[in-house]
């Protein structure tokens, strides 16, 4: 049986969404990654790969063969038409494998890691929306000091997303990531059992 709640889990980038998704994968969780199947639907031999590659042609394309995933953000941050483009290959693809991976879960609910989730319909996808909110001061370092990008290219990168505003105000559950890991994992903690609560609450499916 699918999972009868799902939570939408989002958050600007360096946010630490990904902290948040492994606590709740440590707690016997399902979740669906879409930067994980972003990097499945584009491999070699996959519909997306083709996609991309019909669209921006073999200079998005490394040497091993593969798609070059840093030349081709570049190139769509740079251009915002050329990334709409990447969006119409991509995100049908990915939302489809999404839902066929959360139809075989199992368990009470189930997160959708979704980075640019507010950005879309978010409504459409998910019952709850989980924000992991984060100074954008303490964003922009931890993206210059992960990456290795300069100042200009983390701020580009930001703007390209959903404002911190925006997020919030879509958001039905913030956890504001501004102490210590182990805090943060704390805060996944509570949620976690909230989560069963209401999923408990739920109503049982028609048959």
């Known amino acids: 049986m699918a999972p009868r709640l799902r939570i939408g889990l989002t958050g600007g980038v360096a946010s630490g969404k990904s902290i948040v998704a492994s606590r709740f994968m440590e707690l016997g969780v399902p979740v669906i990654d879409a930067d994980e199947i972003a990097r499945a639907v584009v491999a070699p031999g996959q519909p997306g790969f083709t996609g991309v590659l019909k669209r921006f042609g073999n200079g998005v394309l490394a040497a ?15 251009d915002p038409p050329l990334r709409r483009d990447l969006e119409a290959i991509l995100h049908p693809l990915i939302r489809a494998e999404m839902e066929h991976r959360e139809s075989m879960a199992v368990g009470p609910y189930a997160i959708m890691a979704i980075p640019l989730l507010v950005e879309g319909r978010p409504r459409d996808r998910v019952d709850r929306i989980l924000v992991v909110d984060v100074d954008e001061a303490i964003q922009l370092k931890r993206l210059t000091d992960r990456d290795g990008g300069t100042p200009e290219q983390a701020r580009a990168i930001v703007a390209a997303q959903a404002s911190r505003a925006d997020r919030l105000s879509a958001a039905d559950d913030v956890l504001v990531n501004s102490g210590t890991v182990a805090e943060l994992r704390r805060a996944v ?5 909230r989560y069963l609560s209401l999923a408990a609450m739920a109503p049982s499916p028609e048959i």
Do not use: P, V, Y
């Open 189 to 193: 903690d509570r949620l976690h059992e």
């Open 64 to 78: 091993s063969g593969e798609l070059d995933r840093h030349a081709l953000r570049n190139l769509i941050f740079a």
